[in-house]
Protein backbone atom coordinates (compact mmCIF):
# COMPACT_ATOMS: atom_id res chain seq x y z
CA UNK A 1 0.00 0.00 0.00
CA UNK A 2 0.98 3.51 -0.74
CA UNK A 3 0.47 6.80 1.60
CA UNK A 4 1.20 10.53 1.61
CA UNK A 5 1.77 12.64 4.48
CA UNK A 6 1.84 16.28 4.55
CA UNK A 7 2.66 17.77 7.61
CA UNK A 8 0.80 20.59 8.71
CA UNK A 9 -2.13 21.48 7.23
CA UNK A 10 -1.78 24.98 7.20
CA UNK A 11 1.43 26.95 7.10
CA UNK A 12 1.89 30.57 7.50
CA UNK A 13 4.42 32.89 5.86
CA UNK A 14 5.13 36.41 4.81
CA UNK A 15 5.67 37.90 1.59
CA UNK A 16 9.24 37.19 0.42
CA UNK A 17 9.96 34.63 2.74
CA UNK A 18 10.61 31.27 1.63
CA UNK A 19 7.79 28.21 1.72
CA UNK A 20 8.33 25.15 2.62
CA UNK A 21 5.88 23.07 2.09
CA UNK A 22 7.00 19.12 3.45
CA UNK A 23 5.57 15.39 2.02
CA UNK A 24 6.78 12.17 3.04
CA UNK A 25 5.71 9.14 1.11
CA UNK A 26 5.71 5.45 1.41
CA UNK A 27 5.59 3.26 -1.66
CA UNK A 28 6.31 -0.72 -1.87
CA UNK A 29 7.91 0.26 -5.66
CA UNK A 30 9.60 3.39 -7.28
CA UNK A 31 7.17 6.08 -7.39
CA UNK A 32 6.48 8.99 -9.71
CA UNK A 33 5.53 11.90 -7.33
CA UNK A 34 3.02 15.04 -8.06
CA UNK A 35 2.83 18.21 -6.86
CA UNK A 36 -0.86 19.88 -7.13
CA UNK A 37 -2.48 23.64 -6.25
CA UNK A 38 -5.93 24.35 -5.98
CA UNK A 39 -7.10 27.85 -5.92
CA UNK A 40 -10.19 28.40 -4.42
CA UNK A 41 -13.33 26.50 -6.06
CA UNK A 42 -11.38 25.28 -8.79
CA UNK A 43 -9.28 22.00 -9.88
CA UNK A 44 -5.80 21.09 -9.53
CA UNK A 45 -2.91 22.26 -11.53
CA UNK A 46 0.11 20.37 -11.60
CA UNK A 47 3.02 22.68 -10.19
CA UNK A 48 5.96 19.95 -10.80
CA UNK A 49 6.53 15.90 -11.28
CA UNK A 50 9.39 13.56 -10.28
CA UNK A 51 9.19 10.33 -12.60
CA UNK A 52 13.06 9.23 -12.93
CA UNK A 53 16.57 11.19 -13.28
CA UNK A 54 17.56 14.24 -11.71
CA UNK A 55 16.01 14.55 -8.27
CA UNK A 56 15.55 18.19 -8.10
CA UNK A 57 12.96 19.36 -9.72
CA UNK A 58 11.65 22.38 -11.20
CA UNK A 59 7.92 23.44 -11.70
CA UNK A 60 5.43 26.08 -12.81
CA UNK A 61 5.85 29.71 -10.45
CA UNK A 62 9.47 29.35 -9.15
CA UNK A 63 8.69 26.16 -7.31
CA UNK A 64 11.01 23.17 -6.81
CA UNK A 65 11.25 19.78 -5.14
CA UNK A 66 13.73 17.44 -4.03
CA UNK A 67 13.14 13.73 -4.05
CA UNK A 68 15.45 11.95 -1.28
CA UNK A 69 14.52 8.45 -1.09
CA UNK A 70 16.49 7.66 1.99
CA UNK A 71 14.32 9.96 3.81
CA UNK A 72 10.93 9.24 1.72
CA UNK A 73 10.55 13.13 0.96
CA UNK A 74 9.52 14.85 -1.49
CA UNK A 75 9.18 18.80 -0.06
CA UNK A 76 7.86 21.79 -1.93
CA UNK A 77 9.86 24.85 -2.02
CA UNK A 78 10.26 28.54 -3.44
CA UNK A 79 12.76 30.83 -2.29
CA UNK A 80 10.27 33.67 -1.80
CA UNK A 81 6.58 33.90 -1.16
CA UNK A 82 4.34 35.79 -2.94
CA UNK A 83 0.66 37.10 -2.26
CA UNK A 84 -0.56 35.16 -5.39
CA UNK A 85 0.74 31.44 -4.00
CA UNK A 86 -1.49 31.51 -1.40
CA UNK A 87 -3.86 28.32 -2.05
CA UNK A 88 -3.83 24.90 -1.35
CA UNK A 89 -0.81 22.58 -2.18
CA UNK A 90 -1.44 18.73 -2.50
CA UNK A 91 1.40 15.93 -2.39
CA UNK A 92 0.69 12.58 -4.88
CA UNK A 93 2.48 9.40 -5.63
CA UNK A 94 1.87 7.18 -8.00
CA UNK A 95 2.24 3.23 -7.05
CA UNK A 96 4.11 2.55 -10.41
CA UNK A 97 3.07 -1.06 -10.35
CA UNK A 98 -0.09 -2.95 -11.82
CA UNK A 99 -2.33 -0.66 -9.76
CA UNK A 100 -1.27 2.67 -11.32
CA UNK A 101 -3.24 4.27 -8.61
CA UNK A 102 -2.48 7.69 -7.32
CA UNK A 103 -2.73 8.81 -3.63
CA UNK A 104 -3.21 12.04 -2.47
CA UNK A 105 -2.03 13.68 0.94
CA UNK A 106 -4.69 15.70 2.70
CA UNK A 107 -3.28 19.06 1.62
CA UNK A 108 -1.43 22.07 2.79
CA UNK A 109 -3.16 25.37 2.66
CA UNK A 110 -0.63 28.38 2.54
CA UNK A 111 -1.61 31.84 4.35
CA UNK A 112 0.81 34.67 2.60
CA UNK A 113 0.85 37.63 4.95
CA UNK A 114 2.15 41.25 3.88
CA UNK B 1 -7.50 25.54 -25.94
CA UNK B 2 -7.77 21.83 -24.77
CA UNK B 3 -9.40 20.89 -21.06
CA UNK B 4 -11.80 19.67 -19.03
CA UNK B 5 -15.19 20.65 -18.82
CA UNK B 6 -17.48 19.89 -15.58
CA UNK B 7 -21.07 20.79 -15.84
CA UNK B 8 -22.56 22.14 -13.60
CA UNK B 9 -21.00 24.40 -11.82
CA UNK B 10 -22.99 23.92 -8.64
CA UNK B 11 -26.02 21.41 -8.08
CA UNK B 12 -28.43 20.50 -5.46
CA UNK B 13 -30.27 17.06 -4.93
CA UNK B 14 -33.22 17.02 -3.04
CA UNK B 15 -33.52 13.55 -1.11
CA UNK B 16 -34.10 10.28 -3.17
CA UNK B 17 -33.04 11.57 -6.27
CA UNK B 18 -30.34 10.71 -8.49
CA UNK B 19 -27.97 13.81 -10.01
CA UNK B 20 -25.64 13.36 -13.26
CA UNK B 21 -22.61 15.30 -13.42
CA UNK B 22 -20.90 15.78 -16.56
CA UNK B 23 -17.37 15.83 -17.69
CA UNK B 24 -16.24 16.28 -20.59
CA UNK B 25 -12.54 16.31 -22.49
CA UNK B 26 -10.92 17.38 -25.61
CA UNK B 27 -7.40 16.18 -24.78
CA UNK B 28 -7.80 13.27 -26.59
CA UNK B 29 -6.58 11.12 -22.62
CA UNK B 30 -7.68 7.24 -22.76
CA UNK B 31 -7.70 7.51 -18.79
CA UNK B 32 -10.52 9.33 -17.07
CA UNK B 33 -11.07 9.82 -13.17
CA UNK B 34 -13.56 10.77 -10.65
CA UNK B 35 -12.55 12.91 -7.22
CA UNK B 36 -14.77 13.32 -4.16
CA UNK B 37 -13.16 16.24 -1.93
CA UNK B 38 -14.12 17.02 1.15
CA UNK B 39 -12.40 19.73 3.62
CA UNK B 40 -9.33 17.86 5.60
CA UNK B 41 -9.84 14.46 3.74
CA UNK B 42 -7.74 15.11 0.34
CA UNK B 43 -9.31 13.83 -2.87
CA UNK B 44 -10.19 10.52 -2.85
CA UNK B 45 -10.86 8.17 -5.66
CA UNK B 46 -14.94 7.09 -7.03
CA UNK B 47 -14.29 5.66 -10.47
CA UNK B 48 -11.71 5.72 -13.22
CA UNK B 49 -12.19 4.54 -16.70
CA UNK B 50 -8.69 3.45 -18.91
CA UNK B 51 -10.63 3.09 -22.27
CA UNK B 52 -14.38 3.28 -23.64
CA UNK B 53 -16.60 0.76 -22.22
CA UNK B 54 -14.66 0.05 -19.26
CA UNK B 55 -14.29 1.04 -15.86
CA UNK B 56 -13.34 0.07 -12.57
CA UNK B 57 -14.03 1.04 -8.97
CA UNK B 58 -12.10 3.11 -6.94
CA UNK B 59 -12.13 3.47 -2.85
CA UNK B 60 -15.54 4.77 -2.38
CA UNK B 61 -17.24 3.90 -5.30
CA UNK B 62 -20.78 3.08 -2.98
CA UNK B 63 -23.51 4.92 -3.75
CA UNK B 64 -22.30 6.30 -7.57
CA UNK B 65 -22.04 4.72 -10.74
CA UNK B 66 -20.75 5.86 -14.05
CA UNK B 67 -20.46 5.27 -17.89
CA UNK B 68 -17.86 5.47 -20.49
CA UNK B 69 -19.66 5.36 -24.32
CA UNK B 70 -17.35 7.95 -25.39
CA UNK B 71 -13.73 8.34 -25.25
CA UNK B 72 -14.68 12.30 -24.57
CA UNK B 73 -16.99 12.01 -21.86
CA UNK B 74 -16.79 10.05 -18.46
CA UNK B 75 -20.21 10.91 -16.27
CA UNK B 76 -20.69 10.69 -12.72
CA UNK B 77 -24.23 9.52 -10.92
CA UNK B 78 -24.73 9.96 -7.70
CA UNK B 79 -27.55 7.95 -6.66
CA UNK B 80 -29.63 8.24 -3.98
CA UNK B 81 -27.96 5.34 -1.76
CA UNK B 82 -25.31 7.97 -1.32
CA UNK B 83 -26.53 9.02 1.69
CA UNK B 84 -23.77 11.69 2.39
CA UNK B 85 -23.49 13.15 -1.05
CA UNK B 86 -22.25 17.01 -0.06
CA UNK B 87 -18.70 17.22 -1.51
CA UNK B 88 -17.22 18.83 -4.04
CA UNK B 89 -16.52 16.34 -7.12
CA UNK B 90 -13.30 16.61 -9.41
CA UNK B 91 -13.18 15.11 -13.29
CA UNK B 92 -9.60 14.39 -14.11
CA UNK B 93 -7.92 12.57 -17.25
CA UNK B 94 -4.49 11.79 -18.42
CA UNK B 95 -3.13 10.44 -21.64
CA UNK B 96 -2.01 6.86 -19.90
CA UNK B 97 -3.15 5.78 -16.34
CA UNK B 98 0.52 6.81 -15.41
CA UNK B 99 0.94 9.66 -16.79
CA UNK B 100 0.07 13.34 -14.72
CA UNK B 101 -3.78 14.09 -14.34
CA UNK B 102 -5.16 16.95 -15.49
CA UNK B 103 -8.66 18.43 -13.57
CA UNK B 104 -11.63 19.78 -14.45
CA UNK B 105 -13.01 22.58 -12.20
CA UNK B 106 -15.03 21.01 -10.33
CA UNK B 107 -18.93 20.54 -9.57
CA UNK B 108 -19.74 21.48 -5.54
CA UNK B 109 -23.11 19.06 -5.20
CA UNK B 110 -25.11 20.23 -1.74
CA UNK B 111 -28.77 18.98 -0.40
CA UNK B 112 -31.91 20.60 -0.17
Known amino acids: AQSVTQLGSHVSVSEGALVLLRCNYS??????LFWYVQYPNQGLQLLLK??????LVKGINGFEAEFKKSETSFHLTKPSAHMSDAAEYFC????????????FGTGTRLQVTL | DGGITQSPKYLFRKEGQNVTLSCEQNLNHDAMYWYRQDPGQGLRLIYY???????QKGDIAEGYSVSREKKESFPLTVTSAQKNPTAFYLC???????????FGDGTRLSIL
Open chain 2, 92 to 102: ASSIQRNQPQH
Open chain 1, 50 to 55: YTTGAT
Open chain 1, 27 to 32: SSVPPY
Open chain 1, 92 to 103: AVLNTGTASKLT
Open chain 2, 49 to 55: SQIVNDF
